[in-house]
């Protein structure tokens, strides 16, 4: 099955508008990792469900998984990366998406933001590490 297969199957299910086969498709997302092949799929799903904080939440989820990063940063830079494939929700006509994306760039951010940090104190520890066991 092709990725064009795929999200015609997807839109297919979600026009039924049916929050039982929601739960299915959202288990299905899961499974692809947050590629940038889920995002037109999460933008059929604003325009035809009413998303509720838990919807909201589930969403976060599914489009924020990453697959293997590398390097101290690389979460940080692949949240980044995130924020650009969906910045052009921004200036969506539609204001569930507009609203969607706001509030998903802006659970990055904070994402980044903690990642950075936590990061940096990792750096920290293990640099006055390497100076007190270079001392001994």
Do not use: C, P
Request: aromatic share 12%; charged share 30%; no cysteine.
């Amino acid at each position: 099955i092709s990725a064009f297969e795929d999200t015609l199957f997807f839109h297919t299910l979600i026009k039924k508008k049916d929050s039982e086969l929601l739960e299915q498709i959202f288990w299905v997302l899961d499974k692809y990792k947050g590629t940038f092949d889920v995002l037109g799929i999460v933008n059929e799903i604003i325009k035809n469900f009413k998303v509720t904080t838990k919807m909201r939440n589930r969403l976060f989820s599914i489009l924020s998984h990453t697959g293997v990063v590398t390097g101290e940063y690389g979460l940080v830079e692949a949240y980044k990366s995130k924020i650009k494939d969906i910045q052009q929700w921004l200036s969506d006509g539609n204001a569930d998406i507009v609203e969607f994306a706001k509030g998903y760039i802006t659970y990055l951010e904070n994402a980044i933001k903690y990642e950075n940090a936590r990061v940096d104190k990792e750096l920290d520890l293990m640099k006055s590490e390497f100076d007190r066991t270079k001392k001994v």
